[in-house]
């Protein structure tokens, strides 16, 4: 199954003025279908009242309401869904915030156009929804997630900002849960006439003819971000929350709408993941809704770290989730044995509400274990505090009070490059660095030595400027993330710390692959594939370099028979293309995370679900290589390395998703980001598409994680010519 959208390199901020935004809705709930074939739901009108009601509040004045209510402005027909979006794309202005909910039956046909990896496309019924003709497998006047995708994506291309929310399921499993009580928003495939055992899995290789997916994003588009109800193995429920005690369904809502809508009826002022990680907490402790874990929503975008709705503000620090005495974190989120985490409960109380502490007793990748600890614990490398009382039956979220220092990372003394030699301690140079780094290590908790010989950061001086990298030089010149001289100390501790961060996420992540077993293999096969820029399009060194017209001319003449496998330690030249594929190996559901530390230490994730034996599919956007680049890193050869992680998919719990959690830099400081933005230009053609995903979310429990080392040099240019293409100096 595809994105319905897909998130890119980059996000552009563009500065509206709020005095000028305006916010916007879209709720469309449908629970009466012309077809008697097709159960009638009963959630989806209070669904579409309630929000409309929580949306006036919150400030929202253009409200498109359609539904089965007095008030609608019309009934939820395929063509009069299609009317609200195109109304809402054309009322919408840049720097708006645009709502859309969607609440009622989803469900799967076959995919026409061959693009989805497990055959089907993903649907969402209309109240005129019909049943497929025999063996056309498509269900008249449904709404792909092709379609909707392309109608957000409308939306986007005004500078608004969508958040999308849909309470349905598209699962196929067929199974209808009528309960006292509880009924679940889901019409099976077959009973809409398709079969899906004709579904044919297709692919989703991108041409580099016609530009690869969201590479860029168009220039002035709005971000996006969605929530789901549940995962694709699972169905989303709607249930009577008066418990029986009301005669008619006025008292019927979807678990989902509802548990956003009383956080969003609070006031409080919470960021997108806040606000998910509160719906999960709500949706599986069986707080205010009278049952057990009962599904598991997920999110996808690019602004799940943003103020909802834009509001100026955030709320606290970062939290995770607590579940009796474990936490919904672990070394992939930097805790460790011995982490002392304040507890709270909940997402939105005050840094100073802390219920208790606990310390971190043992920790696995994504899950860490934990002991009460006195408030006077002070973590120390190699011992824990001893317990004091119990875990406090009211937290259910956490936020990391103080790490003990356990990791130490290795600098190199300070190189001369030109003679290969170090400095002197004593030399200035010497002594700025080690007072930044001695700062550095105190504000990451990350230590930080300078070893006599093997280091993990080599440390070069070349013309007034400090570079950092595994190796700070390739072929004589400099490498890596540059520090001049002329700027001031507190901006070389803000790098080091980037660097102290990369490290420890390096190191984590190495150690991972090293545990995996021989005997339990990745479900998930990984393609890294290299398309070479020929060199005859570059510019030779010393010429006047425009970076984006060079790549796009270099990107024009390459083709995708060109593609070979990436090779080892591969030397990589400015605008060399690289892709990467993956595809399930047997069935079940994982999360998959390319995670990126660029010459500049700057981590980029990109996020897929993986499900099942499919096709090979996408593994993010292709990469861009660039020595050269446009932006405020104009210079960016240097070291890199690439890590695939592949978790299972975990019951009742937030997605493994670590975009916005593991990045550590901030605007384009990205070298791969500021190439993808530079070539927007050639590359945006499925990003104006647009597109969102279908599917429904996660699942399974964690067995255990894998991971998928690459790594490459982006050579300076003056190396490239003087090796020629494939060559050696």
């Not at 050269?628 to 890193?633: F, L, N």
């Not at 550590?664 to 499925?686: F, H, M, P, Q």
Request: hydrophobic share 40%.
């Amino acid at each position: 199954m595809k994105h319905l959208f897909r998130l890119c390199l980059l996000a552009f901020v563009l500065g509206a003025s709020a005095a000028h935004a305006e916010s916007r809705a879209l709720i469309i709930g449908v629970a009466g279908y012309d077809d008697p074939n097709i159960p009638d739901l009963l959630g989806p009108t209070n669904d579409a009242l309630l929000m409309r009601d929580v949306l006036a509040t919150s400030g929202f004045s253009d409200i498109t309401l359609l539904g089965d209510m007095n008030e609608a402005d019309g009934r939820p027909t395929r063509a009069v869904i299609l009317d609200g979006f195109s109304g809402l794309a054309a009322r919408a202005r840049q720097g708006d915030q645009v709502y859309i909910h969607l609440s009622g039956h989803g469900s799967r046909q076959l995919d026409p156009e061959g693009d989805e990896t497990d055959g089907l496309d993903e649907i969402f019924l209309p109240a005129d929804t019909a049943i497929a003709e025999a063996g056309s497998g498509l269900v008249p006047n449904a709404i792909t997630d092709d379609e909707i995708g392309s109608l957000l994506a409308e939306i986007q291309s005004t500078g608004a900002d969508v958040f999308f929310v849909m309470d349905s399921c598209h699962s196929g499993s067929g199974t209808r849960a009528f309960a006292r009580g509880v009924a679940d928003r889901q019409v099976s495939p077959a009973l809409l006439g398709i079969d899906l055992a004709a579904a044919r899995a297709g692919g989703s290789v991108r041409s580099v003819d016609s530009g690869p997916d969201a590479v860029g994003q168009a220039e002035g588009s709005g971000r996006l971000i969605a929530f789901y109800a549940t995962r694709s193995n699972d169905v989303a429920r709607e249930v009577d929350m008066s418990n029986g005690t009301v005669a008619d369904d006025s008292e019927w809502f979807g678990l989902f709408t509802a548990a956003i809508a009383s956080r969003l009826e609070s006031g409080q002022t919470l960021t997108y993941r806040q606000l998910f990680q509160s719906v999960l907490s709500e949706l599986n402790s069986g707080s205010g809704f009278g049952m057990g874990a009962v599904q598991t929503p997920l999110w996808e975008g690019d602004m799940i770290d943003e103020p909802v709705f834009g509001k100026e503000g955030r709320a606290g620090p970062t939290r995770f989730l607590v579940d009796g005495d474990a936490v919904d974190a672990g070394r992939l989120h930097g805790l460790e044995e011995g982490t002392l985490l304040a507890l709270v409960a909940d997402i939105s109380d005050p840094q100073d509400a802390v219920l208790g502490y606990a310390q971190v007793e043992a920790v696995e990748p994504r899950r860490a274990f934990l002991r009460p600890v006195a408030d006077d614990c002070v973590p120390e490398a190699g011992t824990l505090c001893a317990f004091a009382g119990g875990l406090p039956e009211a937290a259910r979220f956490a936020q990391v009070e103080l790490s003990p220092v356990t990791l130490t990372i290795a600098f190199s003394p300070v190189f001369d490059a030109e003679t290969g030699q170090p400095l002197s301690p004593d030399a200035p140079e010497s002594g700025m660095v080690a007072a930044a780094l001695e700062d550095a290590s105190a504000r990451t908790g990350i230590g930080a030595e300078f070893p006599a010989e093997i280091f993990d950061v080599q440390i070069a001086l070349s013309q007034n400027t400090l570079w950092f990298g595994p190796a700070a030089t390739i072929d004589g010149a400099p490498a890596g993330l540059a520090f001049g001289l002329a700027e001031d100390e507190p901006r070389l501790v803000q790098l080091l710390g980037r660097v102290l961060r990369a490290e420890r996420l390096a190191r984590t992540l190495d150690a991972l692959g090293e545990e995996a077993s021989p005997f339990n293999p990745s479900p998930v096969a990984v393609d890294v594939e290299r398309n070479a820029s020929p060199i005859e399009a570059l510019s030779k060194p010393g010429a006047r370099v425009d970076p984006r017209r060079e790549c796009q001319a270099a990107l024009r003449s390459m083709r995708e028979t060109g593609f070979a496998p990436l090779q080892g330690m591969d030397d990589l030249k400015q605008c060399d293309l690289l892709r990467f594929r993956a595809a399930g190996e047997r069935d079940g559901q994982r999360d998959v995370n390319r995670i990126h530390i660029d010459a500049q230490y700057c981590v980029n994730v990109d996020y897929e679900l993986v499900e099942g034996d499919q096709a090979l599919r996408d593994l993010g956007d292709p990469m861009v290589m660039c020595s050269d680049c446009p932006g405020p890193v104009p210079y960016s050869a240097g070291y890199e390395r690439l890590y695939v992680l592949v978790s299972e998919l975990e019951e009742n719990a937030e997605a493994l998703n670590l975009s916005g959690v593991l990045e550590n830099c901030t605007g384009r400081e990205g070298t791969r980001s500021a190439a993808a933005s530079a070539l927007s230009g050639v590359l945006e053609d499925a990003a104006r598409r647009g597109r969102t995903r279908g599917s429904m979310g996660l699942g399974g429990a964690l067995s255990d994680v894998w991971v998928d080392r690459y790594a490459w040099r982006v050579l300076p240019r003056a190396s490239v010519f003087a090796r020629g293409e494939g060559g050696t100096p």
